[in-house]
């Protein structure tokens, strides 16, 4: 599975864009992207997978370059309830559970 | 139910007792994992089941790590002789097929203290 680097943690202001960028240098031609959250005390959730290019859906949009080295989980007016760590994941059908390499995370802190 | 069921919640064991961790997946998953926490880090995988089959447990740590999935619904993870590095949150996950994309869902976990 592709190794992923992200930032350990992000402080951002209630209503701001938030953009945690996630680096895999070393990428495979059949990897998903795969992002997911993880409030404490709860299970990680699903949020966005993507291959390349952009993809959006209601709770986040995700912007993969044409190289796929690196990709960007955006969220558009985060809210105090926005914090939570966030997991970006390179590999094959990420989006199911399989053997899930989570990392350690980007820690999102939002205050007022 | 609605989602993934773990319990219990919280499980405080004695160094070198036995435990036993139950997850409910989502009514007619065909795949189950378990994960496994340590504070401060990511989930990491422990083994995967398909149905009754367990097709992958290159995750658990030692032989004190057992699971099954005996019906192909419920699954248990047993550990015996807890020890206290065995001390971490188990994450139980579920998903409905084992296809590209497909979106997993996980439980609250279960918080093991080993003293």
């Known amino acids: 599975l592709a190794k992923t680097t992200q930032p350990i943690s992000m402080d951002s202001y209630e209503g701001q864009e938030v953009n945690i960028t996630c680096s895999h240098n070393n990428i495979a031609t059949n990897d998903y992207i795969t992002w997911y959250q993880q409030f404490p005390s709860q299970g990680p959730r699903f949020i966005i997978q993507?291959?390349?290019t952009k993809v959006t859906n209601e709770v986040a949009s995700l912007f993969i370059p044409a190289d796929r080295k690196s990709s960007t989980l955006s969220l558009p007016r985060v809210s105090l309830s926005d914090t939570a760590v966030y997991y970006c994941l390179v590999g094959p059908d990420t989006g199911t559970a399989s053997k899930l390499t989570f990392g350690t995370g980007t820690r999102l802190q939002v205050t007022l | 139910g609605a989602g993934v069921s773990q319990s219990p919640r919280y499980k405080v064991a004695k160094r070198g007792q036995d435990v036993a961790l139950r997850c409910d997946p989502i009514s007619g998953h065909v795949s189950l994992f378990w994960y496994q926490q340590a504070l401060g880090q990511g989930p990491e995988f422990l083994t995967y089941f398909q149905n009754e089959a367990q097709l992958d447990k290159s995750g658990l740590p030692s032989d004190r790590f057992f699971a099954e999935r005996p019906e192909g619904s419920v699954s248990t993870l047993k550990i015996q002789r807890t020890q206290q590095e065995d001390s971490a949150v188990y994450l139980c996950a579920s998903s409905s097929s084992a296809g590209r994309g497909t979106e997993a869902f996980f439980g609250q976990g279960t918080r093991l203290t080993v003293v």
């Open positions: 993507g291959y390349k």
